[in-house]
Protein backbone atom coordinates (compact mmCIF):
# COMPACT_ATOMS: atom_id res chain seq x y z
CA UNK A 1 0.00 0.00 0.00
CA UNK A 2 1.27 3.79 -0.46
CA UNK A 3 -0.24 7.04 -0.26
CA UNK A 4 -2.79 8.27 -2.39
CA UNK A 5 -0.99 11.20 -3.35
CA UNK A 6 2.07 8.94 -5.13
CA UNK A 7 -1.06 8.24 -7.16
CA UNK A 8 -1.25 10.68 -9.07
CA UNK A 9 -0.18 10.77 -12.62
CA UNK A 10 2.81 12.87 -13.74
CA UNK A 11 2.75 14.14 -17.30
CA UNK A 12 5.24 16.47 -18.35
CA UNK A 13 3.96 19.65 -20.18
CA UNK A 14 5.01 19.19 -23.99
CA UNK A 15 6.81 21.95 -25.25
CA UNK A 16 4.99 24.39 -27.58
CA UNK A 17 5.61 23.82 -30.82
CA UNK A 18 3.88 20.55 -30.43
CA UNK A 19 1.01 22.18 -30.28
CA UNK A 20 0.31 22.07 -34.19
CA UNK A 21 1.33 18.04 -34.24
CA UNK A 22 -1.17 17.62 -31.50
CA UNK A 23 -3.71 19.16 -33.26
CA UNK A 24 -3.13 17.25 -36.38
CA UNK A 25 -2.71 13.98 -34.71
CA UNK A 26 -6.07 14.87 -32.95
CA UNK A 27 -7.89 15.13 -36.22
CA UNK A 28 -6.22 12.31 -37.52
CA UNK A 29 -7.54 10.34 -34.29
CA UNK A 30 -11.05 11.69 -34.94
CA UNK A 31 -11.83 10.59 -38.53
CA UNK A 32 -9.35 7.51 -38.34
CA UNK A 33 -11.91 4.12 -38.30
CA UNK A 34 -11.70 3.40 -34.53
CA UNK A 35 -9.02 0.92 -34.21
CA UNK A 36 -9.91 -2.71 -32.47
CA UNK A 37 -7.74 -1.86 -28.98
CA UNK A 38 -9.32 -3.46 -25.91
CA UNK A 39 -11.34 -1.37 -23.27
CA UNK A 40 -10.05 1.80 -24.25
CA UNK A 41 -7.36 3.60 -22.47
CA UNK A 42 -9.91 4.46 -19.64
CA UNK A 43 -10.81 0.56 -18.96
CA UNK A 44 -6.92 0.07 -18.22
CA UNK A 45 -6.50 3.01 -16.31
CA UNK A 46 -9.88 1.66 -14.02
CA UNK A 47 -8.34 -1.94 -13.79
CA UNK A 48 -4.33 -0.69 -13.28
CA UNK A 49 -5.65 1.83 -10.86
CA UNK A 50 -7.66 -1.74 -8.55
CA UNK A 51 -4.70 -3.12 -8.77
CA UNK A 52 -2.36 -0.05 -7.71
CA UNK A 53 -4.74 0.12 -4.51
CA UNK A 54 -4.20 -4.01 -3.83
CA UNK A 55 -0.38 -3.97 -3.94
CA UNK A 56 1.84 -5.31 -0.98
CA UNK A 57 4.65 -2.25 -0.62
CA UNK A 58 7.30 -5.21 -1.66
CA UNK A 59 5.23 -5.07 -4.72
CA UNK A 60 5.13 -1.94 -5.28
CA UNK A 61 8.58 -1.06 -4.18
CA UNK A 62 9.34 -3.32 -7.45
CA UNK A 63 7.27 -2.29 -9.82
CA UNK A 64 8.25 1.22 -9.16
CA UNK A 65 12.15 0.19 -9.61
CA UNK A 66 11.57 -1.05 -12.72
CA UNK A 67 9.03 1.27 -14.45
CA UNK A 68 10.29 4.07 -13.00
CA UNK A 69 7.65 5.21 -10.10
CA UNK A 70 4.51 3.58 -8.62
CA UNK A 71 2.43 6.20 -10.66
CA UNK A 72 3.87 4.18 -13.65
CA UNK A 73 1.66 1.15 -13.16
CA UNK A 74 -1.38 3.39 -14.15
CA UNK A 75 0.55 5.84 -16.54
CA UNK A 76 1.83 2.68 -18.86
CA UNK A 77 -1.11 0.54 -18.87
CA UNK A 78 -2.13 1.33 -21.96
CA UNK A 79 1.43 1.23 -23.69
CA UNK A 80 1.14 -2.51 -25.02
CA UNK A 81 -1.89 -0.77 -27.83
CA UNK A 82 0.11 2.18 -28.37
CA UNK A 83 3.23 0.19 -29.67
CA UNK A 84 1.32 -2.04 -31.98
CA UNK A 85 1.66 -0.41 -34.77
CA UNK A 86 5.39 -0.57 -34.36
CA UNK A 87 5.32 -4.09 -33.25
CA UNK A 88 2.88 -6.05 -35.28
CA UNK A 89 4.26 -8.87 -33.45
CA UNK A 90 2.33 -8.36 -30.42
CA UNK A 91 -1.10 -7.65 -32.21
CA UNK A 92 -2.24 -10.98 -31.77
CA UNK A 93 -1.18 -11.13 -28.26
CA UNK A 94 -4.26 -8.71 -26.92
CA UNK A 95 -6.88 -11.39 -27.59
CA UNK A 96 -7.67 -15.17 -27.78
CA UNK A 97 -10.35 -16.25 -30.65
CA UNK A 98 -12.16 -19.17 -29.31
CA UNK A 99 -14.48 -19.85 -31.24
CA UNK A 100 -18.14 -18.87 -29.89
CA UNK A 101 -19.79 -22.69 -30.37
CA UNK A 102 -17.16 -24.26 -28.48
CA UNK A 103 -17.46 -24.85 -24.55
CA UNK A 104 -14.11 -23.97 -23.64
CA UNK A 105 -10.46 -22.68 -24.50
CA UNK A 106 -8.21 -25.52 -26.42
CA UNK A 107 -4.38 -24.46 -26.83
CA UNK A 108 -3.60 -25.82 -29.87
CA UNK A 109 -7.00 -24.92 -31.64
CA UNK A 110 -6.89 -21.44 -29.53
CA UNK A 111 -3.20 -20.33 -29.27
CA UNK A 112 -1.09 -21.63 -32.17
CA UNK A 113 2.82 -20.31 -31.39
CA UNK A 114 1.89 -19.01 -28.38
CA UNK A 115 0.48 -15.89 -30.06
CA UNK A 116 -2.66 -15.07 -27.65
CA UNK A 117 -3.12 -13.20 -24.59
CA UNK A 118 -3.51 -16.29 -22.77
CA UNK A 119 -0.06 -17.76 -23.65
CA UNK A 120 1.39 -14.10 -23.06
CA UNK A 121 0.41 -13.04 -19.73
CA UNK A 122 1.85 -16.61 -18.90
CA UNK A 123 5.67 -15.58 -20.50
CA UNK A 124 4.93 -11.49 -19.48
CA UNK A 125 4.77 -12.97 -15.59
CA UNK A 126 7.88 -15.26 -16.12
CA UNK A 127 9.89 -12.61 -17.22
CA UNK A 128 9.03 -9.63 -15.07
CA UNK A 129 9.86 -11.89 -11.84
CA UNK A 130 12.97 -13.26 -13.21
CA UNK A 131 16.03 -11.30 -10.96
CA UNK A 132 18.43 -12.78 -13.78
CA UNK A 133 16.94 -11.17 -16.59
CA UNK A 134 17.80 -7.36 -17.74
CA UNK A 135 15.94 -4.18 -15.97
CA UNK A 136 15.01 -3.02 -19.16
CA UNK A 137 13.22 -6.99 -20.37
CA UNK A 138 11.72 -7.04 -17.18
CA UNK A 139 9.63 -3.49 -16.90
CA UNK A 140 8.85 -4.30 -20.78
CA UNK A 141 7.08 -7.79 -19.84
CA UNK A 142 5.46 -5.67 -16.55
CA UNK A 143 4.06 -3.55 -19.20
CA UNK A 144 2.63 -6.43 -21.43
CA UNK A 145 1.37 -7.72 -17.93
CA UNK A 146 -0.25 -5.05 -16.39
CA UNK A 147 -2.36 -4.29 -20.21
CA UNK A 148 -2.97 -8.15 -21.22
CA UNK A 149 -4.74 -8.97 -17.72
CA UNK A 150 -7.47 -6.34 -18.43
CA UNK A 151 -7.76 -7.11 -22.17
CA UNK A 152 -8.82 -10.82 -21.15
CA UNK A 153 -11.21 -9.41 -19.22
CA UNK A 154 -13.60 -7.91 -21.61
CA UNK A 155 -15.26 -10.40 -23.12
CA UNK A 156 -15.09 -10.01 -26.77
CA UNK A 157 -11.50 -10.86 -26.38
CA UNK A 158 -11.78 -14.23 -25.69
CA UNK A 159 -14.39 -15.06 -27.98
CA UNK A 160 -14.80 -15.36 -32.10
CA UNK A 161 -17.82 -15.95 -34.19
CA UNK A 162 -16.02 -15.79 -37.65
CA UNK A 163 -16.26 -12.20 -37.07
CA UNK A 164 -13.25 -10.93 -35.41
CA UNK A 165 -14.43 -11.09 -31.61
CA UNK A 166 -17.33 -8.75 -33.04
CA UNK A 167 -15.32 -6.19 -34.69
CA UNK A 168 -17.29 -7.06 -38.26
CA UNK A 169 -21.12 -6.77 -36.34
CA UNK A 170 -22.13 -3.34 -37.34
CA UNK A 171 -23.68 -1.43 -35.10
CA UNK A 172 -26.24 1.59 -34.60
CA UNK A 173 -26.28 2.81 -31.06
CA UNK A 174 -27.96 6.45 -30.45
CA UNK A 175 -26.95 8.10 -33.90
CA UNK A 176 -23.63 6.65 -33.88
CA UNK A 177 -22.24 4.23 -35.97
CA UNK A 178 -19.81 1.62 -34.51
CA UNK A 179 -19.44 -1.88 -33.77
CA UNK A 180 -19.83 -4.80 -31.12
CA UNK A 181 -16.61 -5.20 -30.30
CA UNK A 182 -16.29 -1.15 -29.79
CA UNK A 183 -19.00 -0.94 -27.55
CA UNK A 184 -17.68 -3.23 -25.28
CA UNK A 185 -14.27 -1.83 -25.19
CA UNK A 186 -14.90 1.71 -25.01
CA UNK A 187 -18.89 2.82 -24.67
CA UNK A 188 -19.60 0.73 -21.94
CA UNK A 189 -16.82 1.77 -19.98
CA UNK A 190 -17.46 5.73 -21.11
CA UNK A 191 -20.80 5.34 -19.76
CA UNK A 192 -19.37 4.32 -15.92
CA UNK A 193 -18.43 8.48 -16.19
CA UNK A 194 -15.21 10.28 -16.80
CA UNK A 195 -13.10 9.89 -14.15
CA UNK A 196 -11.47 6.97 -13.86
CA UNK A 197 -9.94 7.21 -10.53
CA UNK A 198 -13.56 8.17 -9.21
CA UNK A 199 -14.67 4.81 -11.38
CA UNK A 200 -12.08 2.45 -9.63
CA UNK A 201 -12.92 3.02 -6.20
CA UNK A 202 -16.27 3.12 -6.53
CA UNK A 203 -16.20 -0.47 -8.29
CA UNK A 204 -13.55 -1.45 -5.31
CA UNK A 205 -16.15 -0.47 -2.67
CA UNK A 206 -18.80 -2.94 -4.47
CA UNK A 207 -16.58 -5.91 -4.08
CA UNK A 208 -16.90 -8.25 -0.99
CA UNK A 209 -14.10 -9.98 0.81
CA UNK A 210 -15.55 -13.66 -0.70
CA UNK A 211 -15.97 -11.78 -4.24
CA UNK A 212 -12.29 -11.07 -3.67
CA UNK A 213 -11.00 -14.19 -2.21
CA UNK A 214 -13.20 -16.54 -5.11
CA UNK A 215 -11.70 -13.93 -8.30
CA UNK A 216 -8.12 -14.14 -6.21
CA UNK A 217 -8.20 -17.58 -8.13
CA UNK A 218 -7.87 -19.67 -11.19
CA UNK A 219 -4.81 -18.87 -14.42
CA UNK A 220 -5.31 -16.85 -17.57
CA UNK A 221 -7.08 -20.02 -19.00
CA UNK A 222 -10.02 -20.51 -16.48
CA UNK A 223 -10.69 -16.16 -17.30
CA UNK A 224 -10.39 -16.64 -20.57
CA UNK A 225 -13.33 -19.40 -20.57
CA UNK A 226 -15.12 -16.87 -17.96
CA UNK A 227 -15.08 -14.49 -20.53
CA UNK A 228 -15.58 -16.83 -23.53
CA UNK A 229 -18.86 -17.64 -21.27
CA UNK A 230 -20.59 -14.20 -21.05
CA UNK A 231 -20.26 -13.50 -24.80
CA UNK A 232 -21.69 -16.69 -25.66
CA UNK A 233 -24.60 -16.18 -22.75
CA UNK A 234 -24.92 -12.45 -22.91
CA UNK A 235 -23.74 -10.71 -25.62
CA UNK A 236 -24.27 -13.12 -28.70
CA UNK A 237 -27.53 -14.54 -28.50
CA UNK A 238 -29.01 -11.35 -29.20
CA UNK A 239 -26.60 -10.33 -31.64
CA UNK A 240 -28.38 -14.08 -33.75
CA UNK A 241 -26.12 -14.42 -36.18
CA UNK A 242 -26.67 -10.87 -37.99
CA UNK A 243 -23.98 -8.72 -39.35
CA UNK A 244 -26.23 -5.32 -38.68
CA UNK A 245 -28.15 -4.21 -35.84
CA UNK A 246 -29.84 -1.24 -33.75
CA UNK A 247 -29.12 -1.50 -30.51
CA UNK A 248 -31.57 0.41 -27.88
CA UNK A 249 -30.17 2.91 -25.35
CA UNK A 250 -31.06 0.35 -22.93
CA UNK A 251 -28.61 -1.62 -23.73
CA UNK A 252 -25.20 -0.21 -22.49
CA UNK A 253 -27.24 0.38 -19.13
CA UNK A 254 -28.23 -3.30 -19.28
CA UNK A 255 -24.37 -4.25 -19.64
CA UNK A 256 -22.86 -1.92 -17.06
CA UNK A 257 -23.24 -4.70 -13.99
CA UNK A 258 -21.09 -7.09 -16.22
CA UNK A 259 -18.68 -4.38 -17.21
CA UNK A 260 -17.97 -3.01 -13.27
CA UNK A 261 -17.39 -6.83 -12.52
CA UNK A 262 -15.07 -7.54 -15.22
CA UNK A 263 -12.97 -3.92 -14.83
CA UNK A 264 -13.00 -5.46 -10.88
CA UNK A 265 -11.92 -8.77 -11.49
CA UNK A 266 -8.87 -7.61 -13.73
CA UNK A 267 -8.06 -5.26 -11.44
CA UNK A 268 -7.72 -7.84 -8.13
CA UNK A 269 -6.97 -10.50 -10.39
CA UNK A 270 -3.62 -8.51 -11.55
CA UNK A 271 -2.70 -7.52 -8.07
CA UNK A 272 -2.64 -11.01 -7.09
CA UNK A 273 -0.21 -11.92 -9.97
CA UNK A 274 1.82 -8.76 -9.04
CA UNK A 275 1.70 -9.46 -5.74
CA UNK A 276 3.23 -13.05 -6.26
CA UNK A 277 5.47 -12.49 -9.37
CA UNK A 278 7.04 -8.98 -7.71
CA UNK A 279 8.44 -11.09 -4.52
ZN1 LIG B 1 -4.95 -4.32 -25.85
Not at 41 to 59: D, F, K, M, N, P
Not at 128 to 148: K, M
Not at 200 to 226: C, F, M, Y
Not at 255 to 264: D, F, K
Request: proline share 6%; net charge positive.
Amino acid sequence: MFANGLLSLNFRPLPKSYGGVLRFALAFILFAPAPAFAWGAQGHEIVATIAAHQLTSRATAQMARLLGSPAMLIHDSNWADEIRDQRRETGRWHYVDIPLHVPAYVAARDCPNADCVVAQIGRARLVAGDSRRPAAARAEALRFLIHLVADLHQPLHAADNGDRGGNEVRIALQSRRTNMHQVWDTRMVEALGPQASRIAADIERGVSPAQLKSWQAGTPISWANESHDIARARIYPMVGGRRTLRLSPGYVRDGLPVTRMQLAKAGMRLAWLLNTTLR
